[in-house]
């Protein structure tokens, strides 16, 4: 299930050609293909977690894995990642798959450092570091000490394997030491970064013990790339007042004797082929059973990962809130809140999974009838088709982040929807897309009278201003999709450092 967060899910399908394990002499790429790259090298992309894919599973694979694996497909070259596996002592072998003209080279990672790495240091600590929620941050130095570990790994795993003129396209907070590490090893390749994830205004990244050695590692790239403007700006900020970095206007930045270029590429997704997912028989079969179930009631509908970034708790009193205003018999509305599980075994997990499910219990206490339930809360998944027949059904796209990198649903959203009778899109004002999506009904989430407002504003509003607001943002989607990010973001790549223009 896609949800807009950008994050990397392992999907490893047999379809594909040469799937048998096998230990790489080398990270052949097969096929010479044209390069767009410095040097004509490969692309070699590193993520926490690696998307091998074909046939359908390549269908459903999120917007990123859809752009990475188009990147790969274009230029060719390497994928490489956390296999999924955790063994009880030391990694075994690497294990490659090929399909086409993208190499996959999976590593495993040791027990005892994956908690660690994983589970505590990249979800308990940068996780709500980067999102704005320090009150929940844990700085354990165990966990720090376990995350340069596994980064250590993947970088003595990945440098024999490059070849000179590989280019190296690092993705996430949970590898920012990896350019470091390489560089410790030797490695001379231009070393490309990508945060998915927001980055935080300096005044928090500088609560993290470990501030001044990880921002250190992070300008050991070459090139450091964000969701958005203000994302740059934060960094840049840092970079010059923590670090001692010489800012330039358009980016560059000179630290310690050596040029870095940071740049805002946000990330999209394809909107005419998500508008044909649509139109699958999945899909419809969806939007069928789901509008015959809802008996008239107009739909509101949230798909969110189980996250405290999402603000799924506020969303719902938000609801409660236009209940509470209107009379519910009249406002003739329905809300699905759809929230795949996600890290059930952090505690903060745990907490907000019981909060959601309390809440949602009161509103049905509160307003339901016998033949009416104002709120259905679903904690499942649903694949990317049947979520599009369900966007296109709905009346309002409730998009309420706390804090989001971009957020992808929002922009599927519109993609789903009905050009001749669109819905309206309620959208936080602290999610990336609300740079982009102008027509949405751009709010606080954490003031829930006005998301209720906004959400009875769209429902009342006239056919000719939703099909105006809709036209804009589509327009916007097609023009800022999934193609475009992945070819600015080897642009970036391309670009010369001021030095060598002088």
């Known amino acids: 299930m896609a949800f807009g967060d950008n994050g990397l899910r392992s999907s490893v399908a047999k379809g594909g050609q040469d799937v048998a394990p096998r230990r790489p002499s080398s990270l052949t790429s097969g096929e010479t293909m044209p390069s767009e790259l410095p040097g004509g090298g490969r692309l070699v992309v590193v993520s926490n977690r690696v998307t091998v894919a074909s046939g359908e599973k390549a269908a459903q694979a999120g917007g990123l894995a859809v752009g990475l694996l188009a990147a790969l497909r274009d230029v060719g070259g390497v994928w490489f990642g956390w296999s999924g596996e955790i063994t009880p002592d030391a990694p075994g072998p690497l294990e490659t798959q090929r399909s086409g003209p993208i190499e996959y080279v999976l590593t495993d990672v040791a027990e005892a450092d994956f908690e660690g790495y994983y589970s505590n240091f990249a979800n308990r600590t940068l996780w709500p570091l980067f999102h704005y929620r320090i009150d929940l941050a844990t700085y ?66 500088e609560t993290l013990p470990w501030q001044a050695e990880l921002g250190a590692d992070l300008c050991r790239f070459d090139r450091v790339a964000f969701q958005t403007a203000s994302d740059l700006r934060q960094f840049l900020a840092y970079a010059e007042l923590e670090l001692g970095g010489q800012v330039r206007p358009d980016g560059w930045v000179q630290i310690d004797g050596r040029w870095l270029h940071a740049a805002a590429i946000p990330i999209g997704i394809d909107a005419d082929e998500f508008r044909r997912m649509a139109k699958q028989p999945e899909a419809v079969q969806e939007r069928e059973r789901l509008e015959q ?11 969110d990962r189980l996250d405290y970034t999402k603000g799924i708790p506020e969303r719902i009193k938000a609801f409660e809130a236009l209940l509470e205003s209107v009379d519910p018999v009249e406002a003739n509305v329905s809300f699905i809140q ?95 897309a609300a740079d982009d999506l102008d027509g949405a009904l751009i709010v606080n989430p954490y003031d829930v009278a006005q998301v209720a407002k906004a959400m009875a504003e769209g429902l009342s509003m006239p056919l000719d201003e939703r099909q105006d607001r809709h036209a804009r943002m589509l327009a916007k989607t097609r023009a800022q999709d999934i193609g475009e990010w992945w070819r600015r973001s080897l642009e970036l790549m391309r670009e010369e450092h001021p030095e060598s223009t002088a």
Do not use: C
């Open 140 to 205: 354990d130095p165990d966990w720090y000490a376990a995350y340069r570990r596994v980064n250590r790994l993947f970088a003595e795993r990945l440098a024999p394997l490059l070849q000179p003129n590989d280019v190296v396209w690092v993705h996430d907070y949970h590898l920012l030491p990896l350019a470091a590490e390489l560089r410790r090893l030797g490695v001379q390749n231009l070393l490309s970064f990508y945060l998915h994830t927001p980055f935080p205004a300096p005044e928090l990244f």
């Open 293 to 303: 179930s809802l008996g008239g009631h107009r739909l509101i509908i949230g798909v």
């Open 338 to 432: 759809i929230s795949a599980p996600s890290r059930s075994d952090v505690p903060e997990y745990q907490n907000l999974r019981a909060e959601v499910e309390g809440l949602s219990g009161r509103i049905n206490g509160r307003f339901g009838e016998s033949d009416w339930v104002p709120l259905r809360y679903l904690n499942r998944s649903f694949s990317r088709t049947a979520l599009a027949g369900m966007f296109e059904l709905a009346r309002i796209g409730l998009v309420t982040p706390l804090r989001d990198g971009m957020n992808l649903v929002a922009k599927e959203f519109v993609a789903a929807q009905d050009p001749a009778d669109p819905g309206a899109l309620v959208l936080s004002r602290f999610a990336g």
